[in-house]
Structures are given as C-alpha cells and as structure tokens.
C-alpha cells in the first residue's frame, strides 16, 4: 500500500466532476467550507459545462480528472457530486501519477468507480465521504471527512442491530455502492475482497435487485474470503405489489449466513445526511458484539 500524507494549511485541493452536471450556487458553501479549513480550493476548467445530464462531455469530464491527478499542486480531489457518468470515463484516465505523486481522492456513490479502480490498480487510500453539493446538510459529515484529509484519529460507535453477527475483526477496508460494484463486476474496475472488510451501501433500488446484486457478489466469491461485513444505508428501498418478502438487510445477511465472520448494520455513511467518511484501502478494526458495534481507524 502506497502511503499519502495528510494535508497541511494551504495545501491545494481541487473540485471536478465526474459524473453529474452541476452550477455554481451547488459548490459555493462547500468552496467556503475548505476555505475555512485553510485550504486552496481549485476548480476543473470544466467543472460546469453541460451536455444533457453530465457535466460536459466525457473527455471533459476526464480531462479536468486527469489535470487533478497529474497536477503536482493538487495534493486531493474531490468529486463535486454523484449521479451516473464515471464509468463512461474511467477507461481514458492515466491514473499512474498516483504512485509517484498520491494524493486522496474523495467521493461517495458514483464515485465508488474511483475507489474501486484505483484500489485495484494503484493501491493507494481513498476516502468514501460526503461531496461538495451535500456539504451544507450535515456538519459532523463534513468535520469527520476533514479529520480524515488532515489525519486526525477517529472512530465510530453506531447503534447495534439485531441481524448483526458478533465478533472482532481487522483488515482493510474496501467497497462503496452495492450497485456500483455489481456494475464493475467482470471489468479492469472489479475488486478483489480477499481478506478484507467489506462496506456496502445503496440507494433507491427494488429489493429483488439487492438480492440480485448479493448473489452475484456470493457467486463471484466476493463474500466467502472476508474478514467481516459493514452495511451502512441502504435507503428508499422499493418494492413490488407482490412483496419479496424480506428487507435489504435480511436479504444481505441471508447471502452471507453461511460464512463465518462478523456483520454488523446500521454503520451511517452513504446516501444519508449523516454520511460518515472512511477511509478505503487503510486497515481498520471493527467489534461487534450485543452493546457496541465500533469501527476505529
């Protein structure tokens, strides 16, 4: 694993977007926000453009995330928002600059394309952590994603579940949206969970498409080798008028019953206002048992 150093006043930090179109009324607070930090935020020279629903077309958008990395300065980069379109450009990007010169990446949701790729491939951290057009919903969302940039320790202590799976565990810890990753499956993106924990999160989605997901995630192996399972929110679960007959999280803990390591639910990052950062590709420690679940870093 190839080490980035935390950041320092006046430290650069760049905003581009990957994926969804957005104005600049949207990044204004969060601009503001690492202002107050005592970083430099700087912008992608295409960070607005707009073509249908993408903010610009896809060598735009890949050419401001290639600048981002390949830019000496920029010491991290964070998406301004998800939505869909990272995928559409993960294959034009040179992400090799990384090794020589790492600098944290920083998303959530679609941007579960960058984590995954770049733990992959380049095997650098990456911090799973609000955006810049959801900065003004939640402020511990925020002051825990600028703990993780300016590496102050930090851990969470969440509310058990009665699904969890008790147990201790320690590992690297990898993932993003359940979808994302379903998507990415098969692919030079797809990633390899061996020994490591697993977070999942997800959004919106009909609960036959969760179990779909899981089973293809079981049937690829990509449950059997884990150290444990950390589900954060799964919200606005959808189903149909014949019922399927479980929730999101009896669906995630029936794929994996058979395997013997902790679960534990309830962890809150994802599509949530309370969307807690985590690193990625760094080792973490989790307990689980009948009074705490506790995820340190």
């Known amino acids: 694993m190839i080490n980035i150093p935390y950041l320092k006043p006046n430290d650069k930090i760049a905003i581009v977007a990957t994926a969804r179109k957005i104005a ?31 903010a610009g077309s896809d060598a735009e958008r890949a050419e401001d995330l290639q600048w981002a990395i390949n830019d000496d300065e920029i010491k991290a980069v964070i998406i ?35 984590h995954s790729h770049i733990h992959t491939h380049i095997a650098t951290p990456t911090i799973h ?61 797809d990633i390899n969970t061996k020994g490591k924990i697993l977070f999942l999160e997800d959004l919106d989605e009909y609960l036959y498409h969760i179990d779909r997901m899981m089973l293809n995630l079981k049937r690829s192996g990509k449950l ?11 919200t606005d679960m959808k189903d149909n008028i014949i ?36 690193y990625f590709g760094k080792e973490v420690n989790l307990k689980v048992d009948a009074i705490n679940c506790v995820l340190t870093f």
Not at 27 to 53: D, R, S
Not at 170 to 183: F, K, P
Not at 224 to 234: C, E, N, S, T, Y
Not at 248 to 257: F, H, Y
């Open 129 to 189: 952590a609000t955006m810049p057009i959801n900065f003004n919903k939640n402020d511990e969302a925020v002051e825990t994603l600028r703990k993780c940039l300016f590496g102050e320790k930090n851990s969470y202590q969440f509310e058990v579940n009665t699904l969890n799976k008790t147990g201790e565990a320690a590992g690297i810890l990898v993932g993003g949206n359940l979808s994302l990753l379903y998507a990415l499956s098969g692919t030079a993106s």
């Open 243 to 278: 019922p399927f007959g479980k929730t999101a999280e009896e669906i995630i803990l029936d794929a994996v019953k058979e395997y013997n390591y902790p679960v534990c639910f309830n962890l809150p990052a994802g599509h949530i206002d309370r969307n807690l950062a985590l």
């Open 24 to 54: 600049a009324e949207e990044l204004l607070f969060a601009i503001n926000t690492l202002k107050k930090w005592g970083l430099q935020p700087v912008l992608g020279k295409n960070i607005y453009a707009v073509e249908n629903q993408f």
């Open 80 to 114: 301004a928002r998800g939505g869909y379109g990272t995928v559409r450009i993960i294959d034009a990007v040179d992400f090799t600059k990384l090794k020589t010169n790492p600098k944290w990446i920083i998303g959530y949701s679609d941007v579960t394309v960058l």
């Open 224 to 234: 059997k080798h884990l150290k444990a399972l950390v589900i954060g929110g799964f």
